[in-house]
């Protein structure tokens, strides 16, 4: 069964940077596409960024694009997300997410709180 856990969140103020990771155990998803979404208290969960089984391809929200960077090791079954020049609206709990042979797995979340 597999399992993905987030970390690296915290409290920073706008402009500065921060690392999420997310490590996955219980089973590989090394094969699989990973995504990083984000819910801000009120508002629905949305997508953030995206990355392909082998990382060539990314893909991003336009909200994020050019400061956010996603990234992957898969020898260490990890992937990353990089956000850099963080605003107050960047203020969520981020959670990492892969759907792997029909499975939809999610983390419990980790909390970023941008302050102005």
């Known amino acids: 069964q597999g399992q993905l856990v987030e970390s690296g969140g915290g409290l920073v103020t706008a402009g500065g940077s921060l690392r999420l990771a997310c490590a996955a155990s219980?089973?590989?998803?090394?094969?699989?596409?990973m995504n990083w979404f984000r819910q801000a208290p009120g508002k629905e969960r949305e997508f953030v960024a995206a990355?392909?089984?082998?990382?060539?391809?990314?893909r991003y929200a336009d909200s994020v694009k050019g400061r956010f960077t996603i990234s992957r090791d898969n020898a260490k079954n990890t992937v990353y997300l990089q956000m850099n020049s963080l605003k107050p609206e960047d203020t969520a709990t981020y959670y990492c997410?892969?759907?792997?042979?029909?499975?939809?797995?999610w983390g419990q979340g980790t909390q970023v709180t941008v302050s102005s």
């Open positions: 219980g089973r590989t998803f090394s094969r699989y596409a």
């Open positions: 997410n892969s759907k792997a042979d029909y499975i939809d797995y």
């Open positions: 990355i392909s089984w082998s990382g060539a391809i990314t």
